[in-house]
């Protein structure tokens, strides 16, 4: 059962199959925001503030901790919206396997590409308003 956002999907042809395979698990969010749409909205606009924040801080980062510290706030966010691409990636980041921090700089690529279509397809739903 869906509410609120999940009910304004973007238009078919906006590259995302009906399968959920969304960037953004809109049920999800809805359960978490009880349905109400504006709350959905901000949760959303927050998501786009803070991934675009933690993510050059993630990039900038200089030391395990502070690595660490972006990722784990990106993860979080990305839970709390349903964003599990985004989230999966973030924690890869934050706990490489056996401590192979050269993986997680591998991964960095592809955070990008993740926060930018999650990001994209928020932009998608808002601007539908």
Same mark, same amino acid.
């Given at each position: ?6 009910? $304004?999907?973007?238009? /078919? ?16 969010? @809805?359960? *978490?925001? !009880?349905?109400?749409?504006? !709350? +959905? ?18 990039? #900038? /980062? ?7 510290? #972006?990722? *784990?706030?990106?993860?979080?966010? /990305?839970?709390?919206?349903? #964003? ?14 056996? @401590?192979?921090?050269?993986? @997680? ?7 990008? $590409?993740?926060?930018? +279509? #999650? ?11």
């Amino acid at each position: 059962m869906a509410f609120g956002m999940a009910r $304004k999907m973007p238009p /078919a042809g906006a590259g995302y199959a009906e399968s959920g395979d969304r960037p953004v698990d809109l049920v999800h969010l @809805a359960q *978490h925001s !009880l349905g109400d749409q504006q !709350l +959905e909205q901000e949760i959303l606009r927050l998501f786009v503030r803070q991934s675009v924040i933690y993510l050059d801080r993630l990039k #900038a /980062a200089v030391s395990n901790d502070a690595r660490c510290q #972006a990722a *784990h706030t990106i993860k979080g966010s /990305a839970r709390g919206i349903g #964003a599990w691409r985004v989230a999966h990636l973030a924690e890869a980041i934050e706990n490489p396997p056996a @401590a192979d921090y050269a993986m @997680a700089f591998d991964l960095m690529t592809d955070l990008e $590409k993740a926060v930018d +279509e #999650a990001n994209r397809f928020i932009a998608s739903l808002i601007d539908s308003d």
